[in-house]
């Protein structure tokens, strides 16, 4: 469904693209063109954990691995410009940018919108 809903968005934006493209030995999901080059886009999508937590747990861990799948479906196109997408519909399985972030830079982010004002 991700890839679907990723491809989707592309037509709409009138972006032309190749599929599992082949790179040093690796198949990202996307060759992306547009006019100024092209870029390569890896496409995770996360569901439902089996079995399902029963108490607490940590949303990035999922995102964390899902990072490193994609990270290295693109190792053979480092000469690209290069993104992931993660995708989720899971209630198990948060994908907000406060959760990627976390999960992408560890646990020593801090979001940056909510220090914006100056306490006096």
């Not at 399902?52 to 053979?76: F, I, K, W």
Request: glycine share 10%.
């Amino acid at each position: 469904m991700s890839e679907q809903l990723f491809e989707s968005h592309l037509t709409s934006l009138g972006l032309s693209f190749d599929y599992e493209s082949l790179f040093g030995g690796k198949r990202p999901d996307y060759l992306v063109r547009h006019s100024g080059g092209e870029f390569v886009v890896e496409v995770e999508e996360l569901r439902d954990p089996e079995p399902r937590p029963a108490g607490g747990y940590s949303p990035t861990t999922a995102v964390r691995e899902a990072l490193r799948r994609a990270r290295n479906q693109m190792h053979g196109c480092k000469y690209l410009p290069s993104g992931i997408v993660v995708y989720s519909d899971s209630m198990w399985r948060s994908v907000t940018p406060e959760t990627v972030a976390s999960a992408a830079f560890g646990p020593g982010f801090v979001d940056a919108r909510r220090h914006d004002r100056v306490e006096v």
